[in-house]
């Protein structure tokens, strides 16, 4: 059974806050158009990270990086969580993968040129036409990886 891009989209955000909730950490979607800012966290220190959140019903997620995100210093969310959710006959099969900004930044140009190095700059230059996305297989290493927010979000200092 498909799930309608509009529910896919806030099933994987409130899927996200669940998984933060359970381990310890304040986790809520944003409302309305907070470009960049699906997920607000906090944890007991304070410390507060911005969440990117894709969810797909494959193994293919469409994440516009460069499109978007045109130089490294422009505003952007501190994780990326790529969510896999296929429904099959018992139910639903889920993958979380947990990233920084900065791991995202580089499986992408090795997914656009690989073997390639690229300065930030020829990146988005190369993909000015075209929609970046990554595959799990492309992220897989980060599979589960909470303990980033979680460690993130409750740093001293």
């Not at 994440?63 to 994780?79: G, I, M, N, R, V």
């Not at 930030?120 to 290493?141: I, L, M, P, T």
Request: net charge negative; aromatic share 12%.
């Amino acid at each position: 059974m498909a799930i309608d891009k509009y529910h896919l989209n806030l099933a994987g955000e409130y899927r996200i806050c669940s998984e933060l909730l359970k381990r310890g950490i304040f986790a809520t979607v944003t409302y309305g158009n907070m470009n960049g800012c699906d997920v607000i966290t906090v944890g007991s220190n304070r410390h507060a990270a911005i969440v990117e959140v894709k969810t797909a019903q494959s193994t293919r997620f469409v994440t516009s990086f460069y499109q978007k995100y045109k130089t490294p210093d422009l505003e952007h969310p501190t994780f990326w969580v790529l969510y896999s959710i296929k429904s099959d006959d018992d139910g639903f099969k889920e993958r979380f993968f947990v990233l920084t900004h900065e791991e995202r930044s580089e499986i992408q140009a090795e997914r656009n040129h690989p073997g390639e190095l690229l300065s930030y700059a020829e990146r988005v230059a190369r993909v000015s036409k075209g929609v970046d996305n990554v595959f799990a297989k492309n992220v897989e290493k980060h599979e589960d990886a909470w303990s980033k927010i979680v460690e993130w979000c409750n740093r001293e200092g």
